[in-house]
Structures are given as structure tokens and as C-alpha cells.
Nanobody, 117 residues
Framework: VQLQASGGGLVQAGGSLRLSCAYS????????MGWYRQAPGKERELVAL???????KYGDSVKGRFTISRDSAKNAVHLQMNSLNSGDTAVYYC????????????WGQGTLVTVSS
């Protein structure tokens, strides 16, 4: 299973960005899929996850500003990020936990989000 992330970049504070992560490979079921982030000098933290048979889960710092959604037609999840601030500057990593012949936990390459103040 491979995860391909896209959508990072530079944005001004108060602006918006949309990240996407698409998976490829034989996946029977998505257990969890979404995003973590890591800022310089900080630990990786949860941003948002879709969870099978449960409501999405968001990190406390992004609640009310970020929205995660699933695009089944494209085997992808999208993260709409609004009201961005400098604290959102980080490398964002796509994560997926899948069932299937190659089931397990997977990470995509990071995509850099930089919010300028």
C-alpha cells in the first residue's frame, strides 16, 4: 500500500489550504486514515483522522478550523484547513491503517505547510 500526499505550500495567516492523500494497493478496509504533523523541535501530533464506524477525530489545536473528509471514488482523504496561523506550520504526514493482504500501518511522504504571519 502506498500513500501519496499533495497540497502543501505557503499561505498567509488567516488563509486556507487543502491537503489530499490518496492510497493505492489492495485495501479491503480503511481502519483509520488521516494526518499527523511535526513542527521543528516538536513531537509528531495528531491533526485529523477518519475512523471506521466512528466520528472523525481532531487534534485540539485544529478543532473548528480543519475538516477531514473521505473521497471514496478517489481512494483519498482530504483535509480542508481554514484560519491558518503560524502554529500550523509543520510537515504534514499522511497516515493510514488498513485491512487487506498487505494490511497494517502506513505513512506517506511529508508535505510542508508554511504559514506566514
Amino acid at each position: 500500500v502506498q500513500l501519496q500526499a499533495s497540497g502543501g505550500g505557503l499561505v498567509q495567516a488567516g488563509g486556507s489550504l487543502r491537503l489530499s492523500c490518496a492510497y493505492s494497493g489492495m485495501v479491503l478496509k480503511i481502519n483509520r486514515m488521516g494526518w499527523y504533523r511535526q513542527a521543528p523541535g516538536k513531537e509528531r501530533e495528531l491533526v485529523a483522522l477518519i475512523i471506521s464506524n466512528s466520528a472523525p477525530k481532531y487534534g485540539d489545536s485544529v478543532k473548528g478550523r480543519f475538516t477531514i473528509s473521505r473521497d471514496s471514488a478517489k481512494n483519498a482523504v482530504h483535509l480542508q484547513m481554514n484560519s491558518l496561523n503560524s502554529g500550523d506550520t509543520a510537515v504534514y504526514y499522511c497516515y493510514g491503517s488498513f485491512n487487506g493482504p498487505l494490511g497494517g500501518d502506513y505513512w506517506g511522504q511529508g508535505t510542508l505547510v508554511t504559514v506566514s504571519s
